[in-house]
Structure formats: structure tokens, C-alpha cells
């Protein structure tokens, strides 16, 4: 036993999450609900897991980063990050809707006139704009509001960088700082431990996920979960393009990023994965002011997967109904497509929400959501793969913007690969 467990920290982490994705497609497959109904709190217990690390490794790793660079080079990534992020979410849109439009997914499909489907109230821009100053600094990191976190770490991280140049109060924030370094890597010892649990929960929620749906779905709805999959492919190489163009290493970007990708399209969580994203950020050697505002801030705002998922989606419910889109419409849907992936961020069944809520807008019929949410998990992996793969391309290619190497960076204990 003690051999096996040896055996299984020193492998991969990429091998166990590799040959837990398969086993959970297996056992899913053959077990059925029983299968869900044993696995469900096994998968939860991960997600819990990483999700009780995202407030410390968000808040610590921010004000760490900012206290290693200077205030107008924290403004300039900030500008940088907030424009490629609605760059890349209108062009996402664009890639879906031409994929979509090659392939024409839902015709000749009839909708239902019973149907009838029930949207998460959308809490629309404003909210979510207004939620980045949070109320309450406790509420904030109780409710896990990353923008609310986010912009108190970063805050306090910049009233830090004050004092430390102050000649009165410069030694103790200097004590501070060494505190604030202290606790971050004592977090970043923590998710090394949970690392080794996190191909257990990819198993449970795969399994969990395949027992639940069932294949029949899958084969029912086929050429609209194809079609979305050959759109996120397609953003893929353009993005492998782009990162060549920057001069970054494929090979040595995937080999690093491929434990959040996995991870992510088992647990359909962008902000679930976001310890593993920032491992893999710190990995890759970006510094800590960059993947600590860019990657917490993409979790919740930058979501190329769900926004070819608008896309394609709005094309399949046109041609459900007979009416195909033309040009004036495809452009609505762009501008509407990417003000909504931004406004919706870290609302639960967003996915749903803003496809309902681009329907709403621009005139499709609501009633083919019905058809989509029998897809919803299915979708939903792989667009949240491809949120967490365009938060760290990102990051990546500001990081390079900026003159950074990317040079090897520091592998936590117990991580391998």
C-alpha cells in the first residue's frame, strides 16, 4: 500500500489527471445514477478544496506582486489586461458565429411550442460593476466576490507600496511585506497538498457527469456540440498563433497549462481552477504583479469558451425557427455578446444566463434555451477549458508586452509535470 501511494505522488500530475478523465468517462458509463449518487460528494469535496484556497492565494499573491513593481507599471498591465480581455471576447464571438455559419447547427430541428425553460436572473452590468467595490471586506471574501477581492488586495497592496517609501512608517510595512510573503508561500505549500487530491475529484465529477447526462443527449443535440467543438479548436490555433508571434514556447506553455485545462473541463469552474491557473502562471515564470490581477480578474470576466458558445447558440436557435442570421444581426450579436460575457461574471448557471439573456436582446426565440440546457454540461466543459487556456494565453502575451522571459519558473513541492 505504502508503495502504491509512493507510486501515485510521484507520477505526473498531468498522467493522474489524464487517467482519471478516462477512468471517470468509464465508470460513468457503466454505472449509471448509482455511480452519480456515490461519486457527487467526492467531486464536491475537491471543489471545495480548491475553492477554499482562492481567497488567500488571490489576496496574497496580488499584494506580493504589487510590492515588487511600481505603481505606474501596475496601471499599465491593469490597461493592457482589461483591453485585450474585450478584444479577445468580440473575437471569440466572431470565430463562433463563422464556424457556426459554416456548419449550420439546428436546421431542420422543430422546437417544442410547450417548452418552457426557467434563466437565473441576469444581474446585469451595473451590478457587476458596482460589486467590484465590495460593501463589506468580510461579506466580500465570505461571498467569494473575486472582483470585490480583488480590488481590495489591490488597494491595500498600493497603500502598502506607500508606507514601505514612507521614512516614519517604512519598517514596519517592510515587516509587513516580509509577513505578506511569508503567508504566500505558506499558501502556495497548501495547494501543493491538494494538488495530489485533485485527479480524485476530476474522477468523481466525470463519472458523476457521464452517469447524470448519459450519452443519448450527446447524440441527440450532436452537430451543435461538434459544431462548438471544432469553434473551440479554431480559437486554439489562432491562439497558438498569436503566442508564436510573441515569441512564447508552445510546447513548454502547454506542458504547464494542461493540469488547469484538464481540470477545468472536468469541473466546468473557472474560478474553481483558478489555484491551478496561477500555479501554472507562477510555473510558466510570469511575475507575480501580472497573474495576480490578470488571471483572478479573466476568471470572472474574460470567457472566450462561453462567448463562442453565445455565438454558435444564437445560430442554432435562427436556424431552429427558420430564420437565419444576416450580417446586421451577426454584428448585434457581437457588441450584445460581449458586454454580456463581461457583465455576467460569477453568476451561478452563467453559461444559460448569457445565452438567455443575447436571445432576449436581439430577438431569438427563448424558447430554444430549452434545447440548450439539455446540452449544458456537455458544452460547458469545453468552453470552460478553453475561459481557462485564454486567461493564461493572456497573461502570457502581456507578460512578454512587459519584456518578461518567461524564464522556467519554481515548481511547488510534491508537483511533477
Known amino acids: 500500500m505504502t508503495a502504491l501511494l509512493k507510486g501515485y505522488l510521484h507520477t505526473s500530475l498531468i498522467l493522474r ?3 482519471a478523465l478516462v477512468l471517470g468517462v468509464v465508470v460513468g458509463a457503466l454505472g449509471g445514477e448509482a455511480v ?8 464536491d469535496l475537491v471543489l471545495r478544496l480548491l475553492t477554499f484556497l482562492i481567497v488567500p492565494i488571490v489576496l496574497f499573491t496580488l499584494m506580493v506582486g504589487v510590492n515588487q513593481a511600481s505603481l505606474d507599471r501596475v496601471g499599465r498591465v491593469g490597461a493592457k489586461v482589461l483591453l485585450y480581455y474585450l478584444a479577445s471576447s ?3 464571438i466572431v470565430v463562433g458565429l463563422c464556424v457556426a455559419t459554416l456548419f449550420d447547427p439546428g436546421s431542420g430541428m422543430t422546437l417544442d411550442e410547450n417548452a418552457s425553460v426557467s434563466v437565473p436572473e441576469n444581474p446585469g452590468l451595473t451590478e457587476v460593476l458596482l460589486s467590484i467595490v465590495p460593501g463589506n471586506i468580510i461579506e466580500a471574501f465570505a461571498e467569494q466576490n473575486l472582483l470585490g477581492i480583488l480590488f481590495t488586495a489591490l488597494v491595500f497592496a498600493i497603500a502598502l507600496m506607500k508606507l514601505r517609501q514612507s521614512d516614519t512608517q517604512g519598517a514596519v510595512a517592510e515587516h509587513l511585506y516580509r509577513t505578506l ?3 504566500n508561500a505558506m499558501t502556495l505549500k497548501v495547494m501543493a497538498g491538494v494538488l495530489h487530491v485533485v485527479p480524485i475529484g476530476v474522477f468523481a465529477i466525470v463519472a458523476d457527469t457521464v452517469a447524470s447526462q448519459g450519452f443519448e443527449t450527446l447524440l441527440s443535440l450532436a452537430d451543435m456540440v461538434l459544431v462548438l467543438y471544432v469553434a473551440l479548436a479554431v480559437q486554439l490555433v489562432i491562439y497558438c498563433v498569436v503566442m508564436r508571434l510573441f515569441g512564447i514556447r508552445l510546447r513548454r506553455f502547454f506542458r504547464e497549462a494542461r493540469t488547469p485545462m484538464t481540470t477545468a473541463f472536468a469541473t466546468q469552474s473557472s474560478a474553481g481552477v483558478l489555484p491551478l491557473t496561477m500555479n501554472a502562471a507562477r510555473r510558466l515564470g510570469i511575475s507575480q504583479d501580472v497573474y495576480g490581477f490578470s488571471l483572478p480578474l479573466g476568471a470572472t470576466m474574460n470567457m472566450d469558451g462561453a462567448a463562442i458558445r453565445i455565438a454558435i447558440s444564437a445560430v442554432f436557435a435562427a436556424n431552429v425557427v427558420g430564420a437565419p442570421l444576416d450580417l446586421a444581426s451577426m454584428v448585434q450579436i457581437v457588441v ?9 461574471a460569477g453568476v451561478p448557471g452563467a453559461g444559460i444566463i448569457m445565452i438567455a439573456t443575447v436571445f432576449a436582446q436581439g430577438g431569438l426565440p427563448i424558447e430554444t434555451v430549452v434545447l440548450l440546457t439539455a446540452i449544458d454540461a456537455l458544452v460547458g466543459m469545453g468552453a470552460t477549458a478553453l475561459n481557462v487556456t485564454g486567461d493564461l494565453v493572456g497573461t502570457s502575451i502581456i507578460a512578454r508586452s512587459e519584456g518578461q522571459r518567461l524564464e522556467e519558473g519554481t515548481a511547488s513541492p510534491g508537483e511533477h509535470g
Open 17 to 19: 489527471v489524464t487517467v
Open 336 to 344: 450584445i455578446g460581449t458586454l454580456i460575457s463581461v457583465g455576467t
Open 36 to 43: 452519480s449518487e456515490w461519486l457527487a460528494p467526492l467531486g
Open 90 to 92: 468580440a473575437f471569440a
Open 181 to 183: 510573503e511569508g503567508l
